[in-house]
Nanobody, 128 residues
Framework: QVQLVESGGDSVQAGGSLTLSCVAS????????LGWFRQVPGKEREGVAI?????????YYADSVKGRFTISQESAKNTVYLRMASLKPEDTAMYYC????????????????????WGQGTQVTVTS
């Protein structure tokens, strides 16, 4: 069964750090795009960071998180991480792990239009 399981969401003070984890079943992980999206009630889901899990492993970030968030992967564990630093109250959201299909060889898009599988979400709350 295709599956994504997120963990690591928590409540943290502004300026703090948090790391989210997403474990994927093997058929979801290999040579795919795995990334993080977030959503606040009443707003559209926003792409945060995404990475290609095949050779090369290119990563892409939303402008709002560049320099603060880092996406990484641990292939042996079929796991993708999102390291979030310098957190701001506006980073508060439900964070979803997602598998998407790459465009071309290894380009991963953050629009969400290529997503095939969504995780159940993990809540991140940043207090001021």
């Amino acid at each position: 069964q295709v599956q994504l399981v997120e963990s690591g969401g928590d409540s943290v003070q502004a300026g703090g750090s948090l790391t989210l984890s997403c474990v994927a079943s093997w058929n979801v992980y290999r040579n795919k795009c795995l990334g993080w999206f977030r959503q606040v009630p009443g707003k559209e889901r926003e792409g945060v960071a995404i990475t290609y899990t095949g050779p090369g492993g290119k990563s892409y970030y939303a402008d709002s998180v560049k320099g603060r968030f880092t996406i990484s992967q641990e292939s042996a564990k079929n796991t993708v991480y999102l390291r979030m630093a310098s957190l701001k109250p506006e980073d508060t959201a439900m964070y979803y792990c997602a598998q998407a299909y790459p465009r071309g060889y290894d380009y991963c898009d953050l629009s969400g239009s290529d997503v095939g599988v969504w995780g159940q979400g993990t809540q991140v709350t940043v207090t001021s």
